[in-house]
């Protein structure tokens, strides 16, 4: 069953789908994996991971400002901004761009697609398996495809009059 995970307004994350389980890491595994991808691990940056890659979530940078915040601890924003972007550079999260305005960074780091469900917030992850391509675009010249990602986005059907 497919339990979703909401981006509330309050920031609180109810529930998560996972298409890959994945272990629960610890304070210091996070460090370890942060030191072999080559970034060290400060106290903030540290905490920005921890929240994120504890376990398998999707969440906003404003979720995680706010998690930190509510936590007592003093991070600022751009500081929560640049450690997302480096912990995506190295591949230890993926950004979702949502949409021009909004991005989600997922720690499910195996290939997987999403269902958004633009009413709600919702973000489902789909399996890679459960998508099929039937034809894909040839690539320009010199380039070669790192990765596919799909969102789908959803919407609730109208109501028919009866």
Known sequence: MLTPIVLQPDFRVTSL??????PSLSRQAIA?????HGLKPTGQRLRVAEIL???????????????VRQSGDRVSKAT????LKVLAETGLVRQIHLDPER?????????HHHFHDLDTGELLDIPP?????????????GMEAES???VIRLRKKPLKAR
């Open 17 to 22: 789908y996972q298409a890959y389980p994945q």
């Open 32 to 36: 370890e994996e942060l030191q072999a």
């Open 53 to 67: 890659m504890r376990a398998p979530t999707h969440m906003t940078a404003d979720q995680i400002l706010a998690v």
């Open 80 to 83: 929560v901004y640049n450690t």
């Open 103 to 111: 991005s989600v960074y997922d720690s499910t780091r195996a290939p």
């Open 129 to 141: 398996q459960d998508i099929a391509f039937s034809r894909f675009p040839e690539l320009p010249e």
């Open 148 to 150: 596919v990602e799909v």
